[in-house]
């Protein structure tokens, strides 16, 4: 079974090809999905974030409030870095596990979406590695939309990743998604086809 990672900078389209290679009966994990389900009421990870940054960060059900957890971390490096090492050796054991699973049931390919595999080298663990990409100002465009946030706070949270270029020159398959989404779409299949190549 090939391993494979799929990341690029946030809001620069990793959703989109997920879901396409779902679509096209690839086993495929959103690393965000992962997270969602950390940050929900009484986990360890939401309790340890609590006990770390306050009450202020947990929503009256009990689960984690993105948008205030946010709001901290990303002009605070020192609080990022706490954020990451409570949350990203659980997100790793998710993948581990989901991987070893895929592989189980004969699998040719399992893709995982994760926003941070350059950062925190967790790309060594794929075979292969997928960055979806698109030119800054696109990619800031989409993220102030998308989140509804104002142009620091997008600033704020495109800093805080390894920049896209970079993300791009360490790829093994390159998709731009900044043009038309059936072009967008047309590369993934060609790559999926690469990859299956790879395999047969």
Same mark, same amino acid.
């Given at each position: 079974?090939?391993?494979?990672?799929?990341?690029?900078?946030?809001?620069?389209?990793?959703?989109?090809?997920?879901?396409?290679?779902?679509?096209?009966?690839?086993?495929?994990?959103?690393?965000?999905?992962?997270?969602?389900?950390?940050?929900?009421?009484?986990?360890?990870?939401?309790?340890?974030?609590?006990?770390?940054?306050?009450?202020?960060?947990?929503?009256?059900?009990?689960?984690?409030?993105?948008?205030?957890?946010?709001?901290?971390?990303?002009?605070?490096?020192?609080?990022?870095?706490?954020?990451?090492?409570?949350?990203?050796?659980?997100?790793?054991?998710?993948?581990?596990?989901?991987?070893?699973?895929?592989?189980?049931?004969? &699998?040719?390919?399992?893709?995982?979406? /994760? @926003?941070? !595999?350059?950062?925190?080298?967790?790309?060594? #663990?794929? =075979?292969? %590695? $997928?960055?979806?990409?698109?030119?800054?100002?696109?990619?800031?465009?989409?993220?102030?939309?998308?989140?509804?946030?104002?142009? &620091?706070?997008?600033?704020?949270?495109? /800093? @805080?990743? !390894?920049?896209?270029?970079?993300?791009?020159? #360490?790829? =093994?398959? %390159? $998709?731009?998604?900044?043009?038309?989404?059936?072009?967008?779409?047309?590369?993934?299949?060609?790559?999926?086809?690469?990859?299956?190549?790879?395999?047969?």
């Amino acid at each position: 079974m090939l391993a494979i990672g799929l990341t690029g900078g946030i809001a620069s389209g990793k959703s989109v090809i997920r879901r396409h290679l779902e679509e096209r009966s690839v086993e495929t994990l959103d690393a965000d999905l992962v997270v969602h389900d950390l940050f929900a009421a009484k986990t360890v990870v939401t309790e340890a974030l609590e006990a770390r940054f306050g009450p202020g960060v947990v929503t009256p059900n009990g689960s984690i409030d993105r948008k205030a957890l946010g709001a901290i971390v990303f002009k605070d490096e020192k609080a990022r870095k706490d954020l990451e090492a409570i949350v990203h050796p659980a997100v790793s054991e998710a993948i581990e596990a989901f991987l070893k699973e895929a592989k189980k049931k004969g &699998e040719s390919l399992a893709v995982v979406d /994760a @926003a941070l !595999m350059y950062e925190t080298g967790s790309y060594e #663990r794929y =075979d292969l %590695v $997928i960055v979806t990409y698109c030119p800054s100002n696109l990619q800031k465009k989409r993220l102030m939309q998308r989140d509804h946030l104002s142009s &620091e706070e997008a600033d704020k949270r495109i /800093a @805080a990743q !390894m920049p896209i270029a970079e993300k791009k020159l #360490r790829a =093994d398959y %390159v $998709i731009d998604t900044s043009t038309a989404i059936a072009a967008t779409l047309k590369r993934t299949d060609e790559v999926l086809e690469q990859l299956l190549a790879k395999i047969r």
